[in-house]
Each structure stands twice: as structure tokens, then as C-alpha cells.
């Protein structure tokens, strides 16, 4: 009855509660308890631990370095039998994932990691087949990893990123924000996404600046002139100063562009106008 209430809990929460730690999410004194312990802080430019040791779906023991550098990262802290804004999570990444030309394990790889130190590889490889059957790309099989691990690497994993969450030890529950984080190829944290729902358009952006612009297109680095990433909100906005920048330098140049056209077709007269006074020759 218990595990009903706890779930029954989260999904009455405002969204705002459940993305405990975003700039959204009201002071800690006003959660209720079950949550006042939970959060995603954000800890851009921090490097996290490559070291740590986990077990990947098929039971191999790999570490996080075996993820990183060559491609931008992104992580997602879950578990693999959450009874809802897990689920809720990673579908909505894939959602984005899908509408998006970047390609997994080409342009960007995936890593899923579980918070609970108990569930197995082979609950891993379960997740892992639905949705990456739910992705449906190529490459999204080798792209994307599910992990498991022992507590303390969790713990080390989650404190290096922010992610604040507790267990109910009557229930098995965790209670845990909702958010992703980018990495930069040698593994700093670069963009914080908050919430269960992702603009393919941020987290795109989010892939083509953590990579350093090693991917992407010409269209999305003229975007980002103009776009700038906003960590008290974890979205991409209108840079103001830039973009008034571009029209004072684009209003600049049509004004010079209007002068010199006006002076060109004032010479062009004077000189045709000569040309038809001069006396012809007999």
C-alpha cells in the first residue's frame, strides 16, 4: 500500500517539485520530506570521475572513460524498475533524440546509469532493448549503454554531477529529480536539461557546443550567434545584446549600401549627362 501512496505522491507533485533543483523549484523548507533531500545541482565545468567502475548490459566491467574522448556524452541517472518518472524520463529524451539528424555513436553517445547498487546487467539489457527498439536509429544499440554498479560508485557518480535523491528503504522507492546532463568529450559537465520533456532544439544545440562544434552545421553555428544557453533556466534563449549587435551591424551595413548606391547612380547621371552636352564632331 505504502509503494502505491509513494507513486501515487509523485505523480500528484507539481512538475516543479519534480524537478527539484532546477531554478523552477520552490525553497526546501516548503517540500514535502520525501523530497527535501533531492535535487540536480548543477556543477558545469567540472570534470567527472572517468575512473569509476560499473558493468555495462551484458556484464562486462567497463569504467566511464571507455565513453569519452572523442564525442560529447549524455548522461542520464535513473533505475531501471522505477515505477514512473524514469520511464517518463527516457522516453521523453528519446522522443527528442528521434526528431533530431545527429546520429548515435557517430555523432554522440548515451550513458543510462542505475542509482540502485541492486539491479542486475540483465535488467540493464531489458531497458536498454525497449528503448532502444523505441529510438529505432542506427547505431542506437552501440550507442547508448546501460549501466549498473556498486553503491559507492553510484554515490561518487551522483555527488560529481548533483544529483541529489533518497531511498525509502520500506518501499525500495527512490526519490529523485528529473533532469539530463551533456558532457564535453573529456568529460566535463557542460549543459544541465531539466524535466521529463526535452526541446530537440536545445538538446541539439547543447550536442553541437559540448562537441566544440565537431558537429552540427553551418545553420547551427550561425544559431548560436544569436542563441545562448541559460543555466538559471537550463534553456537556450535570444542573446539580446548579440542579436541587437547584428541588426546595428546589419542596419550599418544597408545604410553604406544605400550611400554608395545613391552616389553610383549620381555619377552615372553626371557622367551621362556630359557625355550628351558634349558637341559631336562634324
Known sequence: MKRLLVTGLMLALPSRLLFAGSPESPPIETRPPALRDVGLDQRTGDRIPLDLV????????????????SQAVILTLNYYECPMLCTLELKGLTSALRTMSLQPDRDFRIVTVSINPKET????????????????????????????????????????????????????????????MVLTPDGRLSRYFYGVEFAPRDL???????????????????????????????????????????????????????????????????????????????
Open 54 to 69: 560499473f558493468r555495462d548490459e551484458s556484464g562486462k566491467t567497463v569504467t566511464l572513460s571507455e565513453y569519452f574522448g
Open 121 to 180: 546487467p540483465a535488467l540493464a539489457a531489458k531497458v536498454k532493448l525497449l528503448h532502444v527498439r523505441d529510438y529505432g536509429r542506427p547505431g542506437a544499440a552501440a550507442g547508448w549503454h546501460f549501466l549498473t554498479g556498486d553503491l559507492s560508485s553510484i554515490r561518487r557518480l551522483a555527488d560529481a554531477v548533483g544529483f541529489r535523491y533518497s531511498l525509502d528503504e520500506e518501499t525500495g522507492q527512490y526519490a529523485h529529480a528529473a533532469g539530463i
Open 204 to 282: 541539439r544545440w547543447g550536442l553541437v557546443e559540448s562537441s566544440a562544434g565537431r558537429i552540427g552545421s553551418l545553420v547551427d553555428q550561425v544559431l548560436l550567434f544569436c542563441y545562448h544557453y541559460d543555466p538559471a533556466t537550463g534553456r537556450y534563449g535570444v542573446a539580446a545584446l548579440t542579436t541587437m549587435r547584428l541588426f546595428g551591424a546589419a542596419t550599418a551595413l544597408a545604410l553604406a549600401g544605400g550611400v554608395a548606391f545613391a552616389l553610383w547612380r549620381e555619377k552615372r547621371r553626371r557622367t551621362s549627362g556630359g557625355l550628351e552636352s558634349t558637341p559631336r564632331a562634324i
